[in-house]
């Protein structure tokens, strides 16, 4: 492994490692958790 991403989206989480060719060897996506949605709404306002 090379390199690491993760992704948090509005509804989910993707994580991605990547070998020395930029090439994903693996990818996991979970669901956003419920107190994190709570989170981002009080920040917005």
Do not use: H
């Amino acid at each position: 492994m090379i390199a690491g991403d993760m992704d948090m989206g509005g509804t989910k989480i993707e994580a991605s490692l990547f070998d020395n060719d930029w090439q994903a060897v693996e990818t996991r996506r979970v669901a956003m958790p419920r107190w994190w949605q709570r989170c981002k709404s009080k920040w917005r306002g």
